[in-house]
């Protein structure tokens, strides 16, 4: 299991989780509930760049869209294709859930703790 | 209820062609079909009476109040469609020699005069299907018309925050980035961001006027100059024409090109989601780019110098057209009644239920008016989703919600103008009992509807596990 | 004058003041004065229902119905069983709107789905959506479904109806994507011409063709599909309906998306319009779909119920991303369809292309030895294109008699090219003394 303790977050409600030189992005608990029930995600392919601060996919409700900010900038090394048949279970785990495992980070936008995170959205 | 699908026998069907009077001849038989085709196998009587059931489980406005904002549901006169099916427009060929068709181009260039008469626009074209199509339409004219110029760089099409979500999404089919103006506290242009927004990428504006939330812009004439300073052209979306028909011309205050949605301005009928007609008026200076071929002077059919291509195979809906000609000819000159009691009808509304609803926007509205739930919503978790689905037992169709979206949780309400004082009051009446219920038995809102032949369907589900299509054994 | 407004003017008074204004101009004081119309609108006055009735019966006796029709070239002249007009005219159908309430919506979601389920069959494919504007803005959807990142050059084929290609080419002067036409021979595609394209173009995302070809000729659908599939690019059917009757379906052939003109599917000749754009396409392109599409799902109680799905395609929830503007389709139309397959079942969905195909072979023997000899090689259904030594001639004698002759056309591939040609189209309304009467009066004029 994933402490959510442990990541990082941006105001943007995405997740940051750092494994080695690699970094995996999702969505927050509050953004998974905001949105209700996810039906599907786009994401990025393997090898795309992405760029702190720009939409690297989005996440679709029933009646919503949302864009996933990028909270780093890097290369694409892996995509979590699970997501791509299975949308709810950002909803069921969203922490678990990753979208992205980013390399070449050369960027990032300012990530806040857990706690400050919590203060930001409590 | 059961599919057509599951009320077919194997063997049973309907005698509808001849023997073959000539010898049979098919092409070579490696091109031939050998895959099944499974389709119903039903008598005359039982397919009826299974479209009969389905006509049962739909509302149209013959059916009840229809209040859906934006949508113009008016009252569809009957001569319009007997019209429109008389042989003498409905078997008529689209590749028949012009001059045996002068019936039908004489109608078309005599509602395009009427059109232009109700626009103040120079010519129109009858070529895009619908409302949304003849947005894509106007905006190809307004390309078409910057790269004749030399000024392709213009690539930016500025789109209030309220508009329908259709403008953003034609300017992005159009080639053109839209760029997101912002309403200000009172709802319309907010003109300093606009004024922020414009500069040599500006290729034009698209406004809904009134706009959205049923307001018309104070400002609407600076705006126009404003865009035509920086070198933009105006574009009208007249999806809410009917709160100003015969009282404000779109070419009068500015606009160079306007597209109509024939299905509700001029009262041609929805038929479920289309057939509409979205035809586009435009000021001289475009019609050289008109897409489409014309007959005006009875002889041959001719395309405009530097035309677009065409918008649809041949020239538009034209039966659609003939519908809206007829309620033309009905009407006549005293279009602005239409206006003026579909504004009437929509204050009337709003008054009457600003007590206890919030108004998004507390000022005379035009046709139609937002209410925002919010706030309601935030004290009992009853959302305007609840409040539509409680209309439903009430036999009316519930108002367009959660647009716009500027406005949260909203209910956008428009009667129009073909609706009694005495179908306003019951819907006030219904509305202001789901207010009492808001507050004294929420679940009952909630759990709304219960009358309705199903109840609340899972969207979910739906999205989730997409099952487009009956499967076959 | 005519009016559909309930209230009298009393009354509109009387409600004007109850809340609060003293006449309409009162009302409509938030529009600026220098907004306003100055004076009177230069529009007729207003007529009752009888003055309408002749005035537009007038305009339509001005045209001709021609009693019997021998053109098609994207409008055909399908008998439309009485069902049709009968079950599609009720009102609920007709006056209800976009079914975005489904539980009042049910008949509407239902009858479309049993459109996509029909669609999705007879064109063998695994989904259809719930219809578009017509057939040439169905093929411009249809070809922009196609663009990805890499690849975004739309290939069309030179035995495609001019319509349609025009159609295609403005969505693309929109959407700003290169649209090359592979040229005919002979009247069909020229296959070395598409394989040589398609293998020096990484950025190829489809290839279109129409299946009879504008010249009637069933080309080797097969072939093509192989060639650009093995180009990478994906493989578009431009489809008559009702001549998948007989022919090979594009799930047969292997094709990616099917679109057509579904005005064949109990939809009247209409001067053009209203028509029906259908498309259908494999299971994996679901979420490139441009347009509505109706979903099963249940309702609380577990019941079966039908609702718009997949919706964050569109554009009202994706705005400026969405793939497409669309929001109309043409339910009504489908609607049309969907009882027009249900009339005819399987057997007349066959037994009708049987009956186009044999009397179009009748009439193409008939001309033959007549002297009008077929311009093309290839197999044909319902139309085939005929050399005449001068249609202008022959075409108003026709006319004069009340029958709408084929289409003359220009066409490069006749080996005569002082020879006029023309594209005839028989249906199963063609009886064989019809056939024979046009015969005649080419033997008269000739």
Redesign the interface.
């Known amino acids: 299991m994933i402490d959510p303790k442990e990541l990082k977050y941006s105001r943007d409600d995405e997740w940051v989780r750092y494994d080695g030189d690699a970094v995996y992005v999702g969505i927050t608990d509050y953004a998974q509930s905001e949105l209700g029930d996810l039906?599907?995600v786009n994401l990025p392919e393997v090898d795309d760049e992405v760029i702190a601060g720009e939409a690297l996919g989005?996440v679709?409700?029933?009646?919503?869209?949302a864009d996933v900010i990028s909270p780093i900038s890097g290369v694409v090394l892996e995509v979590n294709e699970e997501l791509l048949d299975d949308a709810s279970l950002i909803n069921s785990d969203p922490y678990g859930s990753w979208f992205v495992k980013v390399g070449n980070v050369s960027e990032e936008v300012e990530l806040l703790t857990a706690d400050e995170y919590d203060a930001y959205r409590g | 209820?059961k599919?057509?699908?599951e009320k077919s026998i194997p063997g049973?069907?309907?005698d509808?062609?001849?023997a073959?009077?000539?010898?049979?001849?098919?092409?070579?038989k490696d091109?031939?079909?050998?895959?099944?085709?499974?389709?119903?196998?039903?008598s005359?009587n039982e397919?009826?009476r299974?479209?009969?059931?389905?006509?049962?489980?739909?509302?149209?406005?013959?059916?009840g109040f229809?209040p859906?904002g934006s949508?113009t549901?008016?009252?569809?006169?009957r001569?319009n469609?007997?019209?429109a099916n008389?042989?003498?427009?409905?078997?008529?060929?689209?590749?028949?020699?012009a001059h045996?068709?002068?019936?039908?181009n004489?109608?078309i260039t005599e509602l395009e005069e009427?059109l232009c008469?109700?626009t103040g626009m120079d010519g129109v074209t009858f070529s895009p299907?619908?409302?949304?199509?003849g947005?894509?339409t106007g905006?190809?004219l307004i390309?078409?018309y910057h790269h004749d110029r030399g000024e392709a760089e213009r690539n930016e099409i500025l789109v209030p925050d309220a508009a329908?979500?259709?403008n953003?999404?034609?300017?992005?089919?159009?080639?053109y980035k839209?760029v997101t103006i912002k309403s200000n506290e009172n709802g319309t242009v907010d003109l300093d961001d606009l004024k922020a927004h414009l500069g040599p990428k500006t290729a034009g504006l698209m406004l809904t006027n009134p706009n959205t939330v049923g307001?018309?812009d104070?400002n609407?004439?600076e705006i126009t100059k404003l865009v035509h300073e920086a070198g933009g052209l105006c574009y009208y979306d007249g999806a809410n024409l009917n709160a100003?028909i015969?009282?404000?011309?779109p070419a009068?205050?500015g606009f160079d090109v306007i597209h109509m949605n024939l299905?509700k301005t001029f009262?041609t009928?929805?038929?479920?989601?289309?057939?509409?007609?979205g035809p586009c008026a435009y000021k001289d200076f475009l019609a050289p780019f008109a897409?489409g071929l014309t007959c005006k002077d009875g002889k041959e059919y001719k395309r405009a110098e530097k035309s677009?291509?065409?918008?649809?195979?041949?020239?538009?809906?034209?039966?659609?057209n003939?519908k809206a000609?007829?309620y033309?000819?009905?009407?006549?000159?005293?279009?602005?009644?239409?206006a003026?009691?579909a504004?009437?009808n929509a204050?009337?509304m709003q008054?009457?239920l600003k007590d206890i609803y919030p108004i998004a926007f507390d000022?005379?509205c035009?046709h139609e008016f937002v209410i925002g739930m919010d706030p309601i919503y935030r004290k009992t978790h009853v959302s305007a989703l609840d409040v539509?689905?409680a209309l439903?037992d009430y036999g009316i169709?519930?108002p367009?919600i959660y647009?716009p979206l500027i406005v949260h949780e909203a209910l956008m309400i428009e009667p129009t103008?073909?609706?009694?004082?005495e179908t306003l009051d019951e819907a006030i009446q219904a509305f202001r009992e789901i207010y009492d219920k808001i507050f004294n038995a929420p679940d009952s809102v909630q759990?709304a509807?219960q009358t309705?032949?199903?109840?609340?369907?899972?969207?979910t589900?739906?999205?989730r596990e997409?099952?487009?299509?009956?499967t076959f054994d | 004058?005519?009016?559909?407004?309930?209230?009298t003017k009393e009354?509109?008074i009387k409600?004007?003041k109850?809340?609060?204004?003293k006449d309409?101009d009162d009302?409509?004081?938030?529009?600026?004065d220098?907004?306003?119309?100055k004076g009177?609108?230069?529009?007729?006055?207003?007529?009752s229902?009888i003055?309408?009735?002749r005035?537009?019966?007038?305009?339509?006796?001005?045209?001709?119905?021609?009693r019997s029709?021998f053109?098609g070239?994207?409008?055909y002249?399908h008998?439309v069983?009485s069902?049709v007009d009968?079950?599609a005219?009720?009102?609920?159908?007709?006056?209800?709107?976009?079914?975005?309430?489904?539980?009042?919506?049910?008949?509407?979601l239902?009858?479309?789905?049993?459109y996509?389920?029909?669609i999705?069959?007879?064109t063998?494919m695994?989904?259809?959506n719930?219809?578009l504007?017509?057939?040439?803005?169905a093929a411009a959807e249809a070809c922009w479904m196609c663009k990805d990142r890499k690849h975004s050059t739309i290939y069309v084929s030179g035995a495609i109806?001019e319509?349609?290609l025009?159609?295609i080419?403005?969505?693309s002067?929109?959407?700003?994507n290169k649209v090359e036409l592979i040229p005919a021979k002979d009247g069909v595609t020229d296959k070395d011409a598409l394989k040589k394209a398609l293998e020096a173009d990484d950025e190829a995302a489809c290839f279109l063709m129409q299946y009879p070809n504008f010249f009637g000729v069933?080309e080797d659908a097969e072939e093509l599909c192989k060639i650009t599939q093995g180009a990478g690019a994906k493989f578009i059917m431009y489809c008559q309906p009702l001549a998948?009757?007989?022919?090979?379906?594009p799930?047969?052939i292997g094709a990616d998306i099917a679109v057509g003109?579904g005005q064949p599917l109990g939809l009247?000749?209409?001067?053009?319009?209203?028509?029906l754009g259908f498309l259908s396409t494999k299971e994996e392109n679901?979420?490139s779909i441009p347009g509505?599409?109706?979903?099963?799902?249940?309702?609380?109680?577990g019941?079966r119920?039908?609702?718009l799905?997949?919706?964050?395609r569109?554009?009202?929830?994706?705005?400026?991303?969405?793939s497409?503007?669309?929001?109309?389709?043409?339910?009504?139309?489908a609607?049309r369809a969907?009882?027009y397959?249900?009339?005819?079942?399987?057997?007349?969905?066959e037994?009708?292309a049987?009956?186009c195909?044999?009397?179009a072979?009748?009439m193409a023997e008939e001309l033959d030895k007549i002297g009008m000899k077929l311009c093309f090689e290839g197999?044909?259904?319902n139309e085939f294109a005929t050399t005449c030594p001068d249609a202008d001639k022959l075409?108003k004698a026709l006319?004069d008699k009340g029958i709408?002759g084929g289409?003359k056309f220009s066409c490069c591939g006749c080996e005569d090219a002082k020879e006029d040609c023309i594209l005839w189209c028989c249906t199963?309304l063609n009886?064989?003394e019809d056939?024979d009467e046009v015969i005649a009066v080419a033997k008269e004029v000739f």
Not at chain 2, 31 to 41: S, W
Not at chain 2, 269 to 277: A, E, L, Y
Request: glycine fraction near 10%.
């Open positions: 039906v599907f989005d679709e409700s029933v009646k919503a869209v | 209820m599919l057509i699908f049973r069907g309907q509808i062609f001849p073959c009077d000539v010898p049979e001849k098919l092409p070579k091109m031939l079909r050998k895959a099944k085709v499974n389709l119903p196998e039903i005359e397919m009826g299974h479209y009969t059931a389905l006509a049962k489980r739909a509302h149209g406005v013959n059916d229809y859906l949508c549901m008016k009252h569809n006169p001569i469609e007997k019209m008389l042989p003498g427009f409905a078997k008529l060929h689209p590749l028949q020699p045996t068709v002068q019936g039908a004489e109608l009427f008469e109700i299907a619908a409302g949304a199509h947005e894509f905006l190809l390309k078409a329908h979500g259709t953003p999404a034609s300017a992005t089919m159009a080639g839209s307001l018309f104070p609407i004439m100003v015969g009282i404000v011309r009068d205050i299905h009262s009928p929805h038929g479920g989601g289309g057939p509409g007609s897409p677009i291509g065409n918008m649809t195979g041949f020239y538009g809906n034209f039966l659609v003939v000609y007829t033309l000819l009905t009407i006549g000159k005293d279009v602005a009644t239409l003026q009691n504004v009437l204050n009337y008054e009457k000022t005379t035009m539509a689905k439903l169709h519930p367009t647009f103008e073909t609706e009694t004082k759990q509807p309705t032949p199903v109840l609340r369907l899972d969207d589900k739906a999205a997409p099952h487009l299509r009956y | 004058m005519g009016t559909f407004i309930p209230n009354e509109q409600m004007l109850e809340i609060g204004y309409f009302l409509f004081k938030v529009i600026p220098a907004a306003k119309v009177e609108l230069k529009l007729p006055e207003g007529l229902e003055e309408v009735d005035k537009v019966q007038g305009l339509a006796n001005k045209n001709v119905v021609f029709i053109r070239a994207g409008a002249n008998y069983p069902a009968a079950i005219n009720k009102e609920e159908f007709l006056t209800a709107y976009t079914p975005y309430q489904a539980e009042i919506s049910q008949g509407i239902q009858s479309i789905f049993e996509q389920t029909m999705a069959e007879i063998g695994d989904i259809a719930a219809s504007y017509d057939g040439a803005s109806d319509r349609i025009e159609v080419k403005t969505y002067f929109g959407r700003e069933v998948l009757g007989l022919l090979k379906n799930g047969e003109e009247g000749l209409e001067f053009g319009g209203p028509y679901m979420r509505r599409l109706i979903g099963e799902t249940v309702d609380t109680r019941e119920g039908f609702v799905t997949i919706q964050a569109e554009q009202h929830i994706r705005r400026e991303k969405a497409s503007n669309v929001c109309s389709n043409e339910a009504w139309c609607l969907g009882i397959l249900s009339t005819i079942g399987p057997k007349g969905f037994d009708v049987k009956l195909s044999s009397k072979h009748y197999e044909f259904w075409l006319e709408l289409l199963e009886t064989k056939i």
